[in-house]
């Protein structure tokens, strides 16, 4: 099942993502330390194989003429390499979107029943799967997981035309659903549930025993242990950072889709992302799940951008079905670019209505004439 399936699957309808365009004088974009060559506007892109060339054609030339600078990409290797030099030839950037430690189509990873992450009750998330049954995830602390997720990784950013890999997925399954989503499985997660808290395998247990000299499970109440926390938000990191290393050796740059803010993101899913050495980010400020507002997503903006410090870019992705009506794509704009994004992200392009074409160009061409 893709993300949109599952999205579906929860009730909400399909989405969208838009990224922004590279141009020069943009002063409210360009607001971090580092200068850019990155596009501002951005989409998330299944990729659908039955597609024909004259298809893919037509997509981005569409894309690139409503302003979006660049696609992130979901398909295998084969399509990837299949799609990007149409992507290349209309001036559309393209990342490999890959799915990093939730792996439900991995043949390779079901050969080994060690690798996937186990609760606090001692359940395998290879049997047993959280909330949904595509919910397969590894254990990011690992060595063998590590060197099979960037096996796939590498073997992406090798393809030509493809600028860089886009990680989705890593972190730990959600320890925490957002609130509207909770109730879709008759949940109420004011605490952490032992079924949802991950990982206790023997490696997680091993690697914290050496370091604190402690067995996490002899502790009456582990989920309240703040180094335990942490320890689990470093796995992630660590995994992220080794990776971000490789890529950047291939000369090739790496990004992430998060959750909407740090402080967010390390409660409900150990994602403690301004810690992490990519190029670019690209949080998921999807208002409606959290039950918040269009402004909301301005202040997720503000908080990502102060944490990262400069670091690397920002790219507010917006969840088209939280931004039904005429205006409500701009307002989200506004909102991002105001408060330091370097761009937006849109989940998904092929969700826009026709009047949000219009304010994705007119977003586009008002920067030309600043
Ligand atoms: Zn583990």
Not at 12 to 24: C, D, L, M, Q, W
Not at 307 to 313: E, M, P
Request: proline share 5%; charged share 25%; with cysteine.
């Amino acid at each position: 099942m893709n993300k949109r399936d599952f999205i579906k699957t929860l009730g909400f309808a399909a989405a969208g993502v838009a990224i922004a365009n590279s141009s020069s004088a943009l002063p409210l974009f360009f607001k971090g330390n580092r200068k850019s060559t990155w596009p501002e506007i951005w989409t998330w892109m299944g990729g659908n194989p039955s597609r024909s060339d004259d298809e893919w054609k037509s997509i981005f030339e569409k894309l690139h003429n409503a302003g979006f600078g660049g696609v992130l990409f979901e398909s295998g290797v084969e399509l990837l390499a299949h799609v990007a030099p149409f992507a290349q030839d209309a001036g559309i950037e393209l990342h490999s979107w890959m799915w990093t430690l939730n792996r439900p189509a991995d043949e390779e990873a079901k050969k080994h029943k060690d690798w996937y992450v186990v609760n606090r009750n001692g359940e395998s998330c290879y049997d047993k799967h959280p909330y949904v049954e595509y919910y397969q995830w590894l254990c990011p602390s690992k060595e063998e997981v590590f060197q099979h997720i960037e096996k796939d990784a590498l073997s992406r950013v090798r393809i030509p035309g493809v600028s860089g890999v886009h990680l989705d997925y890593v972190r730990y399954p959600d320890i925490i659903l957002p609130k509207a989503l909770q109730p879709h499985y008759g949940l109420v997660q004011d605490h952490e549930m032992p079924e949802y808290d991950f990982c206790y395998c023997e490696t997680c247990r091993e690697k914290y025993m050496r370091k604190t000299g402690m067995d996490i499970l002899t502790l009456p109440n582990p989920d309240l242990d703040e180094q335990w926390k942490q320890y689990r938000y470093d796995s992630v990191t660590r995994f992220v950072n080794r990776l971000a290393k490789l890529v950047h050796k291939q000369k090739k740059v790496i990004s992430a889709a998060v959750f909407p803010y740090p402080e967010l993101a390390r409660t409900i899913c150990r994602q403690s992302w301004n810690d992490w050495n990519l190029d670019a980010f690209f949080p998921m400020i999807y208002q409606n799940f959290y039950e918040e507002d269009i402004p909301w997503i301005g202040k997720a903006t503000r908080n990502g951008v102060r944490d990262l410090k400069g670091k690397a870019h920002l790219f507010s992705g917006f969840f088209l079905p939280d931004l039904p009506n005429e205006g409500d794509l701009s307002q989200a704009i506004h909102e991002a670019r105001s408060n330091g994004a370097n761009g937006i992200s849109i989940f998904e392009y092929e969700g826009l209505k026709e009047y949000q074409w219009q304010e994705i160009k007119q977003f586009y061409e008002s920067k030309s004439i600043r």
